[in-house]
Structures are given as structure tokens and as C-alpha cells.
């Protein structure tokens, strides 16, 4: 994870809640799309790919590539297409677990 | 169970337009759309984006604001977050929705899913920080998030918008790498005719080129040999212009090189497709009104062939008049009356399309990539891969995939369909539409047994009762 962001938030600040990445806390804005929101807090990559490792993140924001996803009580889910609520729990996908969502 | 007259699928112009126009006509609607907001790509999120910001995202973006507000009609229920990952029988849909699966029973079923960004398969857009131009676009459209140090590069009218939108946001992009040639250019003047017809358009675009160039945005066009490079992530990107070599450092790279239809809901209940030389992808086949080979089934907007917002929300609206013909809402001549204006726009819409394909074409270097370069992103198969199965005897897709699992990862061939149809296509001389396309299967999306288990307690409670 790099601690220095390439996404900026350009509007206007909305409230924070916490949710967990891995080991780490993060404060990420209410009701927002959380991949966008793990972007701005550098959070990067998203997963690795099941065959070689390769690292990937978000790429269609739409649904559509599966390079967003995160694992969320167990199940693989994509990234773009959540919003943040307070208390998530969220973890890298399993290699294993990664392709076949 | 939900039932009505007519399920939509798809809030954008084409399904929000049908939507108001069918329950105006006295049918009951049910919208789906796995957004958590009324908008489809071009608008998305407008509702609450408008307000905050409306100025960076322009008037074309506000203008979406009309649909949504006429959503609210006794006759339309929208599902928001209705993820749709199956058609059954050509008149039931399967979606899920806060995590539970969901049944609803249409007469008639419109699909009106969009489109896709053109995959445009270059060494290295695989890499963390590599995005379509339409993804940070809806990143800062829904979230109000800019990319900083960002590079577009392909061709077309929305890396303009993209990048206007940039500039507007206080972010501007570092430079725009095109695709496209003066030769391009000279042939698309054949066409200017209809784009004179569209000139709003062609104002439009002109408008953007001044923007960006007041900015003092670069401008790089025609260039070739695109790459992008970065170890982790992206760190840059490397291109030739006229023979020389350029390289731009960089934290972000925008591909975008035109839309196509996205086909994946009408291939899963075997509508047939047609490959569309001018487009360069498939399209589902249907008549004026938008009605395919299974009888209630409809399509409408970008799904249908590309065509851009206005003239989604036209077809949408056409396709609904068919549909309240249909079921008896109105006469055939009522519905022609109806029809009259609206077709008349969408000539003028369809005229200035012609012009804006033939001087923005698809990214040649990315129709024919390097055998070294990943077509199927999920599976990591090279366009080498590809080339060797057809070698082998492959003369479609499907045994492509059979080879070497292109098109088997959870994006069902989404971002490697048209590329391993192209690469087949060239390598074995043989047409896109006889090399045809992947079989489409459901589910559309990935669906949880526990969200099935859902439906099951649900319908059960429901015959019980
Ligand atoms: C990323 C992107 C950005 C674009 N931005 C612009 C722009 O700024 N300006 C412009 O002129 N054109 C833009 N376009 C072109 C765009 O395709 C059209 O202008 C317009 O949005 C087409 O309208 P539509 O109603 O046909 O489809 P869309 O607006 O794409 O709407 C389709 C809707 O269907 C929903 N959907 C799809 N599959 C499912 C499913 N399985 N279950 C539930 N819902 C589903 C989607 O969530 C979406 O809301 C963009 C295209 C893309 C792909
Ligand atoms: S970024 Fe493509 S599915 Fe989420």
C-alpha cells in the first residue's frame, strides 16, 4: 500500500467511517464507492491475479473487468460496485479464491 | 415475486426514456439497475453529482437530470442495486439485490444495458494504474475523485470530454496521446455531410480542442507503438510519433478507443449478432423497433449499436410505443404518429455517427497486438496464445477459450471477446461473423448460493401462503 495517493477527493468532505483493510484502519467517507475511496487512500493493489501473481486494480469502475475485487465476509466482491458502510471488514482476495468469484 | 407489463433492464437514457414512455401509455414498469442511482454511464449518479459538480461536468451531463426526475411515475417501480444475472424463458429475470436473489415476471422484457469501452489490449494496461478514460470519468463523476499525473491516450470524443473535464476539475491530464491519423481525418470528410447534419456535435468537439488547447494541454496524434510501462504499477508511457520515440512519466494511463455494444444479456438467451464492419464490433439483430428474434424480448440504446446518449433515449422511446402496441395500449397508428418526430431525431443523431467513426477509429495497434501482449486479462492469455490455437485448428472463439481458457474468468470475455474474435478472424482469413463470438452463459454475474438460498426461502414462504 503506498501511503501517497494519486486519486485527490475534489469535492466537498462528507463524514468518515472506519473500516478495516487487512491490519490496517481506515477512515473512508460514508456511502461513497469504495473502490474510489480505497484509491484515495492509496490503497493499491487490489488483488493479484490466480495465475501469475500480477498485481491489478480497479480498471472499468463499471462492473464489468472483476480487477476491483476485495474480499468481504469471505466472498469475493467487486470493489466498484459497493459503497462504504461503517464496520466493513475487508481483505485482499485469496489467490486461490480470486478467479473464480 | 415481482411481475409487471414491462421489465427494463438498464437506468441510462435508452432504458429511463422507455420506462417513462411505457408507463405514460398506462403500462406497469419495473426498472433494474445494478447502480445505486438512476443515471447509466453517461449520467451517472446525476441526481446528487449535479449539485456539487454540475460546472466541471458540463450541460450535457446536467441535461440527464430531465430523465431522472421523470422516473417518478405511479407506474414505474425502480429497483436500485438490482444486480441481473439471469433471463429465463423470455419473460422471467433473475437479479439480486442488498444481497438476496429476486425474482420478477415481465410480459415484455427491454434490454437496455449500454455499452462497454472498446478493450484496447497494449503491453502493460494490465498494471495497477492503468484505467479506461470512462473509469475515471465515473470516478469523478459518482465520487468527485481526479487521477493527478494522468495520461490519455486512444481516440474519440469522450478522451476530449475526459480531458476537459480534467482540466475543468483543477486536475488536468498531462498530455493526450491519439490514435488517430490526419488520413483518418481526411477520409472521415465523406461523411461530413451528416456531421454537418450533427452540428452541434461537430461545435461541440471543436469547443472541447479550444478548451484543452487554452490549457496548454499536449496533444500527441498519430502515434503508434503504445506501451505502457511500471514494475508494480504504471509509471509511464511510451509511444512514436513520425518515427520518433516519445516516453511521458507518469502515475495514471486512460485508455479509451470507442464503445461497443455490451452484448452479454441478449447473448445469454441466443439472440442472434451481427458483426458491424463500421463499428468493428457485434451487434444484436433487431428491427426499427427494436424487437429481436425472441418475440418479447426488446433493445434499445447503445446495447442495440452505438449511437450515443440522445439517440438512446430516442430509441428507448420508440421501442416503448412498439411495446404499448403491442400489448394493446395503443393503435398502430397512434404509435406511428408518436413515432414520426422521434425518428426524425434519430437520423440526424445516426447521421452524425458515421462521421465521428470514420475519423476516430480503433486504435490499430491494439486490433493486431504483440504476440508478448495479454488479450484476456483474467486469464492472462497472450494474443500469441491466441494465434497459436488458431494454428492448431481453432476457427472460433469458443475453442479458443476450450485451449487456453481465454474468456473463462469472471469477466466472461467482457474485455477480451472482440480482441480474440479479431485475432482469429485475421489469422485464419476467415470473417468475424463466421468466427462468431464466446457462447454467453448465465449467470451474467457472479451469484452466491446463499443469495440463491434466499430465493428459495422466499418463493416457498410465497406458496405457502
Ligand atoms: C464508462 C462510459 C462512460 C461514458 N461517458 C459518456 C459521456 O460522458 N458522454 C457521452 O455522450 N457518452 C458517454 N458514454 C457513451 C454511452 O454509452 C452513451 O452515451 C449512453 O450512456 C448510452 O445510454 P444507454 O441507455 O444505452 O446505456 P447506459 O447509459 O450505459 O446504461 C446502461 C445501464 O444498464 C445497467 N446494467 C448493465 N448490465 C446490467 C445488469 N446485468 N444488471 C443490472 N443493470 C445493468 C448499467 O448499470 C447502466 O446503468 C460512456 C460510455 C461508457 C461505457
Ligand atoms: S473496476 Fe472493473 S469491475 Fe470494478
Redesign the pocket.
Known amino acids: 500500500m503506498k501511503p501517497d495517493s494519486t486519486f485527490r477527493e475534489i469535492g466537498p468532505q462528507t463524514d468518515r467511517v472506519t473500516v478495516r483493510f487487512g491490519s490496517s484502519e481506515l477512515s473512508l467517507p460514508r456511502g461513497e464507492n469504495l473502490a474510489g475511496a480505497l484509491l484515495v487512500v492509496g490503497v493499491m493493489p487490489f488483488r493479484h491475479t490466480p495465475l501469475s501473481g500480477a498485481p491489478r486494480g480497479p480498471f472499468c469502475m463499471?462492473g464489468a473487468c472483476y480487477d476491483c475485487l476485495v474480499e468481504i465476509d469471505g466472498i469475493n466482491r467487486q470493489a466498484c460496485m459497493l459503497q462504504v458502510t461503517e464496520g466493513l471488514q475487508i481483505e485482499r482476495p485469496s489467490i486461490k479464491g480470486a478467479g473464480n468469484a | 415475486m415481482h411481475s409487471a407489463d414491462l421489465i427494463v433492464?438498464?437506468?441510462?437514457?435508452?432504458?429511463m426514456s422507455a420506462a417513462r414512455r411505457a408507463a405514460g401509455s398506462g403500462l406497469s414498469v419495473l426498472l433494474?439497475?445494478?447502480?445505486p442511482a438512476p443515471?447509466?454511464?453517461?449520467y451517472r449518479d446525476v441526481d446528487r453529482a449535479s449539485k456539487t459538480r454540475g460546472a466541471i461536468l458540463g450541460s450535457?451531463?446536467i441535461d440527464g437530470l430531465a430523465l431522472t426526475r421523470r422516473l417518478a411515475h405511479d407506474n414505474i417501480t425502480h429497483l436500485r442495486g438490482?444486480?441481473?444475472?439471469q433471463i429465463e424463458e423470455a419473460t422471467r429475470v433473475n437479479?439480486t439485490r442488498n444481497g438476496k436473489a429476486e425474482l420478477a415476471e415481465g410480459r415484455r422484457i427491454l434490454l437496455?444495458?449500454?455499452?462497454?469501452?472498446r478493450p484496447m489490449p497494449v503491453p502493460g494496461w494490465t498494471l495497477p494504474g492503468v484505467m479506461?478514460a470512462?473509469?475515471a470519468?465515473?470516478l469523478l463523476k459518482q465520487s468527485g475523485i481526479a487521477c493527478e499525473r494522468a495520461v490519455l491516450v486512444g481516440s474519440g470524443p469522450?478522451l476530449y470530454?475526459v480531458a476537459t473535464q480534467m482540466v475543468r476539475a483543477g486536475v488536468p491530464p498531462l498530455a493526450l496521446v491519439e490514435t488517430q491519423t490526419k488520413a483518418d481525418l481526411a477520409r472521415s470528410l465523406r461523411h461530413l455531410g451528416g456531421a454537418l447534419r450533427g452540428w452541434p456535435y461537430l461545435l461541440k468537439g471543436l469547443r472541447m480542442l479550444w478548451e484543452l488547447r487554452r490549457a496548454g494541454i499536449v496533444r500527441h496524434v498519430g502515434a503508434t507503438d503504445i506501451a505502457v510501462e511500471g514494475d508494480r504499477s504504471a509509471s509511464g508511457v511510451t509511444f512514436r510519433v513520425g518515427g520518433i520515440e516519445h516516453r511521458i512519466a507518469c502515475d495514471t494511463v486512460l485508455l479509451h478507443h470507442g464503445?461497443v455494444p455490451?452484448t452479454q444479456?441478449a447473448r445469454s438467451i441466443d439472440i442472434p449478432h451481427r458483426w458491424d464492419d463500421a463499428q468493428g464490433c457485434f451487434a444484436p439483430e433487431c428491427d426499427e423497433w427494436g424487437r429481436t428474434a425472441v418475440s418479447s424480448v426488446f433493445i434499445a440504446?447503445?446495447?442495440a449499436g452505438i449511437g450515443?446518449?440522445r439517440a438512446?433515449a430516442l430509441a428507448g422511446e420508440l421501442v416503448a410505443l412498439e411495446i404499448a402496441r403491442d400489448l394493446g395500449g395503443m393503435t398502430e397508428r397512434e404509435r406511428d404518429a408518436e413515432a414520426r418526430p422521434l425518428r426524425s431525431g434519430l437520423g440526424a443523431e445516426r447521421a452524425a455517427r458515421s462521421f465521428i467513426d470514420s475519423a476516430y477509429p480503433p486504435y490499430a495497434g491494439a486490433l493486431a497486438p504483440a504476440d508478448d501482449t495479454i488479450v484476456c486479462r483474467c486469464e492472462e492469455v497472450t494474443a500469441g496464445e491466441i494465434r497459436r490455437t488458431a494454428g492448431l485448428g481453432c476457427l472460433g472463439p469458443n475453442q479458443a477459450k476450450a485451449f487456453v481458457r481465454a474468456g473463462m474468468g469472471p469477466c466472461q470475455g467482457r474485455y477480451c471477446g472482440l480482441s480474440v474474435t479479431r485475432i482469429l478472424s485475421d489469422t485464419n482469413g476467415i470473417p468475424p461473423d463466421e468466427t462468431g463470438y464466446y457462447r454467453i452463459r448465465p449467470p451474467?454475474?457472479p451469484v452466491t448460493l446463499g443469495e440463491i438460498a434466499a430465493l428459495a426461502e422466499h418463493e416457498t414462504a410465497e406458496v405457502g401462503k
Open positions: 463499471m | 433492464i438498464g437506468a441510462g437514457p435508452a432504458g433494474l439497475d445494478e447502480q443515471g447509466g454511464q453517461i450535457d451531463f438490482a444486480v441481473v444475472w437479479f437496455a444495458t449500454g455499452a462497454l469501452e479506461t470512462g473509469a470519468q465515473i469522450l470530454l464503445v455490451n444479456a440504446g447503445d446495447g450515443g446518449a438512446a451474467l454475474k
